[in-house]
T-cell receptor, first 112, second 115 residues
C-alpha cells in the first residue's frame, strides 16, 4: 500500500524567504505526482503535476522536483508572500490505479 | 476557467438518514472521483468512475455508498444510512481523457455533519 509522508508538518517563515517542502512515497511505481494547495475549510487547488518520466516542473515562483527511484519530491516556493500561507499537499497516483494517495500536508505560515 | 462545482456546501443529517452529495464535473472530462477528508486527517480516495461504471474503489466504499451519473452533467455520491463516522468533507474531482496522466481538478467540497 502506498504511503505518502510530508515533512515538516508545519513551517513558519518571514516574508521573502524561500520555502522547501518535502514529500516521500514508499512505492516508486507511480504514474505521476501532484502538488495541491488547501486553504482552511476549502477545496484543493492543483499547483503542479509531474509525470513519472519528468524530473521537474515549474510554474511561476513554484518549482517541483521528482526523484522517482528514491521516492521523493520537493516543492520550492521562491520569495514567499503572506498569501502563500496555506496547507500544501502532495499526492501520487500508482501506475496500476486511478486513485491519488495523499500526504498529510505541510502547513505554511508566511509572516509579514 | 472551468471548475468543478459541488452542492450543498454543508449538509447536516441525522444518523441513519440517506444523503446525496452532488457534483458537476468539468464539462469535457471523462473520469470522475470522490474523496473524503475527516477533520484533521489525510484526504482519502473513495471511488473512481469512468464510462458509466466504477473503475476503482477503496475499502471505505462499502455497500452503504453508491455513485451515479444520472445525466450528462451531474455526478452524485449517495450514502444510504449515515453513521457518525461519515462526518467529513467530501470532495468531487474530475480529469480529462488522459485519465491518470491528467491533472485531477477538485471541487470546493461538501461538509457532511452526521448528528
Amino acid at each position: 500500500k502506498q504511503e505518502v509522508t510530508q515533512i515538516p508538518a508545519a513551517l513558519s517563515v518571514p516574508e521573502g524567504e524561500n520555502l522547501v517542502l518535502n514529500c516521500s512515497f514508499t512505492d516508486s511505481a507511480i504514474y505521476n505526482l501532484q502538488w495541491f494547495r488547501q486553504d482552511p475549510g476549502k477545496g484543493l487547488t492543483s499547483l503542479l503535476l509531474i509525470q513519472s518520466s519528468q524530473r521537474e516542473q515549474t510554474s511561476g515562483r513554484l518549482n517541483a522536483s521528482l526523484d522517482k527511484s528514491s521516492g521523493r519530491s520537493t516543492l520550492y516556493i521562491a520569495a514567499s508572500q503572506p498569501g502563500d500561507s496555506a496547507t500544501y499537499l502532495c499526492a501520487v497516483i500508482g501506475s496500476n490505479d486511478y486513485k491519488l494517495s495523499f500526504g498529510a500536508g505541510t502547513t505554511v505560515t508566511v509572516r509579514a | 476557467e472551468p471548475e468543478v462545482t459541488q452542492t450543498p456546501s454543508h449538509q447536516v443529517t441525522q444518523m441513519g438518514q440517506e444523503v446525496i452529495l452532488r457534483c458537476v464535473p468539468i464539462s469535457n472530462h471523462l473520469y470522475f472521483y470522490w474523496y473524503r477528508q475527516i477533520l484533521g486527517q489525510k484526504v482519502e480516495f473513495l471511488v473512481s468512475f469512468y464510462n458509466n461504471e466504477i473503475s476503482e474503489k477503496s475499502e471505505i466504499f462499502d455497500d452503504q455508498f453508491s455513485v451515479e451519473r444520472p445525466d450528462g452533467s451531474n455526478f452524485t455520491l449517495k450514502i444510504r444510512s449515515t453513521k457518525l463516522e461519515d462526518s467529513a468533507m467530501y470532495f468531487c474531482a474530475s480529469s480529462g481523457a488522459g485519465g491518470p496522466s491528467d491533472t485531477q481538478y477538485f471541487g470546493p467540497g461538501t461538509r457532511l455533519t452526521v448528528l
